[in-house]
């Protein structure tokens, strides 16, 4: 199956001399030529929707990692002489157009980018973004978003195109938790950071140490998945009983708080971020005016929406152009002291 993506290897003998004559001999060469990708289909997944309920789902099956040549895979290195660093997005409950243009702007900004989208990686496909979001739980979700995550940074270590001491992950609501998860497992000397954009507690738990520094990164007017009218993302909670733990998640909230303690109530993302800090990991929590759930979605929208599980919750997505530039501002700034 072809992959989508773009490799520039501007190094072939038969017409260097041309190039170099049209643009000068003085100038830099434009790319080193780039390692070939080799596909891994056995790493594939195999998962079925198992219905809970009318139109709500789980997952179960075989859970697959990455494989470069799934048609939804997006790797690219910019064109240079150096080996840039990487930036690997990391989609949330919608799927993969819940980064591509996030994942434009890095690309634009000089980073090699990576994206995919896991539920294809897992063999389902033919389903909305909507049907994604809504109709599915959030265990479920973060199940194949991990899965597909962890593999996709494991293959990228092995790139001889890009800078591996310098990769960066970036994650969005689901792949928001999912990074931060990864925060708590990856080497330090090849991640240099993660940021994530509206992380949910719910679903795999958060991790009770990080090895890298995190940005948790927050809409004032983000409501998203909370039931209470006046709630925010940050203080969004809910039963333990749904929260699994899932093999190579790093130790977390999921080993004292799951199915197997019904009726405690799921610790918030700012008390996870306190009780990680007490431990001495690093995280930066910011907050952006006018900017709801997914500032990359679009224009702010403010709404509530009913999901398949028959529960209403908040569901504002977006944010005003100047609140996307002072996130994507407050991001760059963030890579930009953790090199």
Request: proline fraction near 6%.
């Amino acid at each position: 199956m072809r992959t989508t993506r773009h490799f520039w290897a501007f190094g072939a003998a038969i017409w260097r001399p041309w190039l170099v004559a049209l643009i000068g001999a003085a100038a830099p060469a434009l790319a080193c030529a780039q390692a070939a990708v080799s596909c891994l289909p056995q790493e594939r997944g195999a998962l079925e929707l198992v219905a809970l309920r009318p139109s709500f789902f789980t997952v179960a099956g075989k859970v697959g990692g990455f494989d470069p040549c799934e048609a939804s895979v997006k790797f690219r290195v910019p064109p240079g002489p150096a080996k840039p660093p990487l930036m690997i997005s990391v989609h949330g409950g919608g799927g993969i157009r819940d980064v591509l243009k996030s994942d434009e702007a890095f690309h634009q900004h000089g980073m090699a980018t990576l994206v995919f989208d896991a539920y294809a990686m897992q063999g389902l496909t033919g389903r909305t973004s909507l049907f994604w979001a809504r109709s599915v739980t959030n265990e479920a979700r973060q199940r194949m978003i991990y899965s597909t995550a962890l593999a996709a940074y494991r293959w990228a270590l092995t790139r001889t195109d890009i800078d591996t001491s310098r990769i960066y992950l970036f994650g969005i609501s689901n792949g928001a938790a999912v990074v931060a998860n990864l925060a708590g497992l990856v080497d330090p000397a090849h991640v240099k950071g993660v940021i994530s954009e509206g992380v949910t507690p719910i679903g795999l738990g958060l991790p009770d140490e990080i090895r890298v520094p995190v940005l948790l990164a927050f809409g004032k007017l983000d409501d998203f998945g909370n039931s209470d009218p006046q709630g925010n993302r940050w203080t969004l909670s809910d039963d333990c009983r749904i929260n699994i733990q899932f093999p190579g998640v790093p130790p977390g909230s999921a080993r004292y708080c799951n199915q197997s303690t019904p009726g405690r109530r799921i610790p918030h993302a700012l008390d996870w971020a306190e009780s990680v800090q007490k431990r001495g990991g690093r995280i930066e929590i910011r907050y952006f005016d006018d900017m709801a759930h997914s500032a990359f979605f679009g224009p702010l929208v403010r709404t509530r929406a009913t999901w398949g599980n028959g529960q209403t919750l908040g569901a504002s997505l977006g944010a005003t152009d100047a609140a996307r530039a002072a996130f994507w501002d407050s991001m760059l700034d963030f890579i930009a002291r953790h090199p």
